[in-house]
């Protein structure tokens, strides 16, 4: 199946600074989703992008899908931003997301 | 619209007990699924379903069986639970095979 390599695998910023985390998969993808799970075990959706760019307020994602990457940006961290941060991908002839390790990230005041 | 629940949310086997997990959604969702969440890792596949009255197997199947005998609903049973399947179980359901997926809040599991 599908290799979804994240990186960082961890990281640690003081409030209000920027982040880019890293997403690279190792086949072309029709669906890519990433994901915010809170210290309380929750997987929150935060972008389905396949391509190109989307933005959600202080969180952007871009997919290059021809060179087999994804980017999740955030600006101006905050302390509620802290978890780990997975992206997905489900193998063309498949329904399941294959899971990164993710990223986890913890923002201090 | 609560989107996709999961009961119950906590529970504690004994080895070779059996339980039943059950998954709702009410987004008319014609795609089902059953992961499983270990410590440092990502979600594996247990089972999937396309529709009403169909199961298909995922990427670790073995010990579970699955049923979805109505559309909104998926159950995710143990016959005999062993230490092995202590987990984080989510739920999760899509409109179609790439669409995307939305997840429950888990269900986490020990067994003893």
């Known amino acids: 199946g599908i290799q979804v390599e994240q990186s960082p695998p961890d990281l640690i910023l003081q409030e209000g600074a920027n982040s880019t985390l890293r997403c690279n998969f190792s086949d072309s993808v029709n669906n890519l989703q990433w994901f915010h799970q809170n210290p309380w075990g929750q997987l929150i959706n935060l972008f389905y992008?396949?391509?190109g760019t989307k933005q959600n307020g202080r969180l952007s994602a871009t997919t290059v899908a021809t060179e087999r990457y994804s980017l999740l940006y955030i600006s101006s961290s905050q302390t509620t931003d802290s978890g780990v941060y997975f992206c997905?991908?489900?193998?063309?002839?498949?329904?399941?997301?294959?899971f990164g390790k993710g990223t986890s990230l913890l923002v201090t005041p | 619209n609560a989107g996709v629940t999961q009961t119950p949310k906590f529970r504690v086997l004994k080895t070779g007990q059996s339980m039943t997990l059950l998954c709702a959604q009410d987004m008319n969702h014609e795609y089902m699924y059953w992961y499983r969440q270990d410590p440092g890792m990502g979600l594996r596949l247990i089972h999937y379903s396309v529709g009403e009255g169909t199961t298909a197997k995922g990427e670790v199947p073995d010990g579970y069986n699955v049923s979805r005998l109505k559309k909104q609903n998926f159950l995710l049973g143990l016959e005999s639970a062993a230490p092995s399947q202590t987990s984080v179980y989510f739920c999760a359901s899509s409109l179609g095979g790439k669409a995307e997926q939305f997840f429950g809040p888990g269900t986490r599991l020990t067994v003893l």
């Open positions: 992008i396949p391509s």
């Open positions: 997905a991908a489900p193998a063309n002839s498949g329904y399941a997301l294959n």
